[in-house]
């Protein structure tokens, strides 16, 4: 019973602050008043209406889709060699497609800064789509292994059995299987990138602001409600994506239960 | 000329899509490793070395003036001190905060209450990290709801500053590293057998007891890399230092930044990341030896 409230403390204490953001978004003062004086939308107008916001917010979602889809290839090709071949050095590979999660982001944003910038690919799109990439093949990784070792070996013999060859085995048989989770680590994939800001700041330029990185310039100098408002879309954005993935995965499954 | 296809009427034509047919190149399964091997070889390996190549060779040749520098002037170290002093804090803090939300994870039956608590967890995490940092901005200042609420319920006579100093930047990096350490126990804890602490109940042991000596130890692999992992992300922490820190409690990856976005000394700023990058080697190399069996690396053998 003490339990139970200590963890209802614990959750409240990690989501209610998040949530502050949602009513100061509506305040109708320029500053951060508590109480709020009064309410308007005039900063999700403020919002809408300026230029910067609107174009740094589609830049985003632009490079998100397609470094998603990068990472969502390369660390599904990483995992299926992972569980699908016998090689040397397997755990050396693996910490090598983990790294990028573990070696500090600082260190990553400068690093692609500098060998970036005598390739052109500073203050570019590509660069920003190879850089969060680089960001999200852990992510997706470290998902399909764990998708891919869920699987029922005996599914794939079974099909070898009745003469398929291994190849046509693993795409047929294990490819529709692992494909809900192939979804997800793009969405995944697709969130982390949305909200990448650190390895941004390095290589965004002047013309390739995304929406954290303006997001980091206003937190920087003068923090004005816009900010509330663009928190509360992106957290009902964020909440909505969660939503549908776990409707998608929960369906698939009960989908994978009736087939068998 | 045409040619007369001969086919064998009992078996039936398959079609074969192209894509398919690429697999049947020998070797090309190679490339599935290969691939992702390279990209992660060329963007993260070499940029990092060409980067870290800078701490060692500037425009007069090989110098060791920038490494040197880490120990004979007090302030890097220092720095990297209050970094690790920080990383300490925020580890411990979300240790002793993730362990009932896991443990309570791990006891309750229902579907319901444990999805919801699942997602209670999980909806911070993918939440924008900038997003949350404002709202603690918001929280902690010095007219901010808590010190407002403070006040309003006794506690405090006048508004503490929590807001650019250690306790914000504890504050904030606790609530953003508290997931990685729920998950990590949950983990562990999910594959400990209840029968064993059911056991132990059944040959007297009280509820308390039983939780200490079974329990408990079990859970040691889970408190240890996910402390690893929380730990070795705090040092590299960057965003919420740099927007919720003050100047005296400068983190390390805030000072590379400097070094690199505003006094241009690129030199300095790798002697710096070499530093961090070493620490962090470190650390995990140390917990390599406690880790060997991580849920997330295990089993793939």
Same mark, same amino acid.
């Given at each position: 019973m003490w339990l139970k409230i200590i963890v209802g403390i614990i959750l409240l204490a990690l989501i209610a602050p998040i949530f502050v953001v949602i009513p100061v +978004?509506? %305040? +109708? +003062? +320029?500053f951060f008043e508590f109480p709020l004086p009064g309410y308007s939308a005039k900063w999700y107008v403020g919002f809408w209406e300026n230029g910067e916001w609107i174009d740094s917010l589609l830049r985003s979602i632009y490079i998100a889709i397609f470094a998603s889809a990068l990472s969502t290839a390369l660390g599904t090709m990483a995992a299926v060699a992972v569980t699908k071949l016998a090689f040397w050095g397997k755990k050396l590979f693996m910490s090598f497609m983990i790294a990028p999660m573990i070696i500090p982001v600082v260190i990553l944003g400068i690093a692609l800064y500098h060998s970036f910038a005598p390739l052109k690919l500073t203050n570019s799109f590509l660069g920003l789509v190879l850089g969060h990439a680089v960001l999200g093949i852990p992510i997706v990784f470290v998902m399909m292994i764990a998708s891919l070792k869920g699987i029922d070996r005996n599914l794939e013999l079974a099909a070898m059995g009745l003469g398929s060859t291994p190849i046509g085995a693993f795409f047929k048989v294990t490819v529709p299987l692992i494909r809900p989770a192939v979804l997800s680590g793009y969405l995944f994939a697709f969130i982390a990138s949305l909200d990448e800001v650190v390895v941004t700041i390095f290589l965004a330029g002047a013309k390739t602001k995304t929406l954290p990185v303006v997001m980091w310039e206003n937190l920087r100098s003068q923090i004005d409600p816009t900010m509330a408002a663009v928190s509360s879309i992106l957290i009902v954005g964020t909440i909505t994506i969660f939503l549908f993935q776990g409707w998608f995965t929960s369906r698939a499954a009960r989908l994978k239960d009736d087939r068998l | 000329m045409a040619t007369e296809v001969k086919t064998d009427p009992r078996v039936p034509v398959k079609r074969v899509s192209p894509a398919y047919r690429l %697999?049947?190149?020998?070797? *090309?399964?190679w490339l599935l490793l290969l691939v992702p091997f390279a990209y992660i070889l060329f963007l993260v390996v070499f940029s990092i070395i060409g980067f870290f190549k800078l701490s060692i060779y500037d425009e007069t040749g090989f110098t060791l003036q920038y490494l040197t520098h880490m120990f004979t002037e007090t302030v890097y170290l220092q720095v990297l001190w209050v970094t690790l002093k920080i990383a300490a804090i925020v580890t411990v803090i979300s240790l002793l905060l993730a362990y009932p939300v896991a443990y309570l994870l791990v006891k309750v039956e229902s579907k319901k209450w444990k999805s919801l608590i699942m997602g209670a967890v999980l909806i911070p995490f993918w939440i924008s990290l900038l997003v949350r940092t404002f709202a603690w901005t918001m929280l902690l200042q010095e007219q901010g709801i808590i010190n407002k609420l403070l006040i309003s319920v006794g506690i405090l006579q006048e508004p503490i500053p929590l807001l650019y100093n250690t306790a914000g930047v504890v504050i904030g990096m606790t609530h953003v590293l508290l997931p990685y350490m729920v998950l990590s126990l949950y983990a562990v804890m999910e594959g400990i057998d209840q029968r064993l602490v059911q056991a132990a109940q059944g040959m007297g042991a009280r509820p308390w007891k039983a939780f200490i000596q079974i329990f408990f130890p079990l859970s040691l692999t889970g408190v240890l890399s996910g402390s690893l992992l929380v730990f070795v992300q705090g040092l590299g922490y960057f965003i919420t230092p740099a927007l919720l820190g003050g100047p005296d409690n400068m983190m390390i990856s805030v000072l590379i930044q400097r070094n690199v976005s505003?006094? *241009?000394n690129w030199h300095l700023a790798s002697a710096i990341a070499l530093l961090l990058f070493i620490v962090t080697l470190l650390v995990l190399l140390i917990s390599f030896f406690f880790l060997r069996n991580n849920p997330v690396l295990k089993e793939v053998e």
């Amino acid at each position: 019973m003490w339990l139970k409230i200590i963890v209802g403390i614990i959750l409240l204490a990690l989501i209610a602050p998040i949530f502050v953001v949602i009513p100061v +978004s509506f %305040t +109708s +003062s +320029s500053f951060f008043e508590f109480p709020l004086p009064g309410y308007s939308a005039k900063w999700y107008v403020g919002f809408w209406e300026n230029g910067e916001w609107i174009d740094s917010l589609l830049r985003s979602i632009y490079i998100a889709i397609f470094a998603s889809a990068l990472s969502t290839a390369l660390g599904t090709m990483a995992a299926v060699a992972v569980t699908k071949l016998a090689f040397w050095g397997k755990k050396l590979f693996m910490s090598f497609m983990i790294a990028p999660m573990i070696i500090p982001v600082v260190i990553l944003g400068i690093a692609l800064y500098h060998s970036f910038a005598p390739l052109k690919l500073t203050n570019s799109f590509l660069g920003l789509v190879l850089g969060h990439a680089v960001l999200g093949i852990p992510i997706v990784f470290v998902m399909m292994i764990a998708s891919l070792k869920g699987i029922d070996r005996n599914l794939e013999l079974a099909a070898m059995g009745l003469g398929s060859t291994p190849i046509g085995a693993f795409f047929k048989v294990t490819v529709p299987l692992i494909r809900p989770a192939v979804l997800s680590g793009y969405l995944f994939a697709f969130i982390a990138s949305l909200d990448e800001v650190v390895v941004t700041i390095f290589l965004a330029g002047a013309k390739t602001k995304t929406l954290p990185v303006v997001m980091w310039e206003n937190l920087r100098s003068q923090i004005d409600p816009t900010m509330a408002a663009v928190s509360s879309i992106l957290i009902v954005g964020t909440i909505t994506i969660f939503l549908f993935q776990g409707w998608f995965t929960s369906r698939a499954a009960r989908l994978k239960d009736d087939r068998l | 000329m045409a040619t007369e296809v001969k086919t064998d009427p009992r078996v039936p034509v398959k079609r074969v899509s192209p894509a398919y047919r690429l %697999t049947r190149i020998p070797g *090309l399964q190679w490339l599935l490793l290969l691939v992702p091997f390279a990209y992660i070889l060329f963007l993260v390996v070499f940029s990092i070395i060409g980067f870290f190549k800078l701490s060692i060779y500037d425009e007069t040749g090989f110098t060791l003036q920038y490494l040197t520098h880490m120990f004979t002037e007090t302030v890097y170290l220092q720095v990297l001190w209050v970094t690790l002093k920080i990383a300490a804090i925020v580890t411990v803090i979300s240790l002793l905060l993730a362990y009932p939300v896991a443990y309570l994870l791990v006891k309750v039956e229902s579907k319901k209450w444990k999805s919801l608590i699942m997602g209670a967890v999980l909806i911070p995490f993918w939440i924008s990290l900038l997003v949350r940092t404002f709202a603690w901005t918001m929280l902690l200042q010095e007219q901010g709801i808590i010190n407002k609420l403070l006040i309003s319920v006794g506690i405090l006579q006048e508004p503490i500053p929590l807001l650019y100093n250690t306790a914000g930047v504890v504050i904030g990096m606790t609530h953003v590293l508290l997931p990685y350490m729920v998950l990590s126990l949950y983990a562990v804890m999910e594959g400990i057998d209840q029968r064993l602490v059911q056991a132990a109940q059944g040959m007297g042991a009280r509820p308390w007891k039983a939780f200490i000596q079974i329990f408990f130890p079990l859970s040691l692999t889970g408190v240890l890399s996910g402390s690893l992992l929380v730990f070795v992300q705090g040092l590299g922490y960057f965003i919420t230092p740099a927007l919720l820190g003050g100047p005296d409690n400068m983190m390390i990856s805030v000072l590379i930044q400097r070094n690199v976005s505003e006094t *241009l000394n690129w030199h300095l700023a790798s002697a710096i990341a070499l530093l961090l990058f070493i620490v962090t080697l470190l650390v995990l190399l140390i917990s390599f030896f406690f880790l060997r069996n991580n849920p997330v690396l295990k089993e793939v053998e």
